[in-house]
């Protein structure tokens, strides 16, 4: 560690300006002079962490109180401002439309063998998938 440039790798390391600079004097023969108040970054107030004051606890820590801490409000209905003016709204009619034709198929049903009891049963075809069906009364047991 006696070059000055290895005093200030070490000096960059360990965050010790006074070595960087007594490295520096000895590299370029210049007198430096050290801050009389170097700026810290722990006085700065963005970059404290305290959050003490920041605890809010969600139950009372006293045993003797209830258990609630939350302020409770009463529920008060509020006055009815309505005022029935006696129409029905009678005197709007809704215009006469044509209804629109149906055009979905009517549901195909299928003849299908229960493959537990052997009986036969009506089954929409949409809902027969595979080769083994089994009834309502077979699935439920």
């Given at each position: ?71 409770t409000m009463p529920v008060v209905g509020g006055d009815n401002t309505f005022t ?58």
């Amino acid at each position: 560690m006696t070059s000055p440039l290895e005093k200030i790798r070490v000096g960059i390391e360990t965050n010790d300006m006074d070595l960087i600079r007594v490295a520096f004097e000895e590299l370029t023969g210049e007198v430096t002079t050290s801050p009389k108040n170097p700026p810290t970054t722990e006085d700065s107030p963005m970059n404290k962490n305290d959050f003490s004051d920041f605890v809010a606890s969600a139950q009372s820590s006293d045993p003797t109180t209830k258990s609630r801490v939350a302020k409770t409000m009463p529920v008060v209905g509020g006055d009815n401002t309505f005022t029935d003016e006696g129409t029905d709204s009678k005197d709007i009619e809704t215009p006469q439309i044509a209804l629109s034709p149906r055009n979905r198929p009517a549901s195909v049903t299928v003849e299908i063998l229960c493959h537990k009891c052997g009986k036969t049963e009506k089954v929409a075809q949409s809902l027969v998938q595979g080769e083994f069906h089994v009834c309502g009364k077979c699935a439920r047991k």
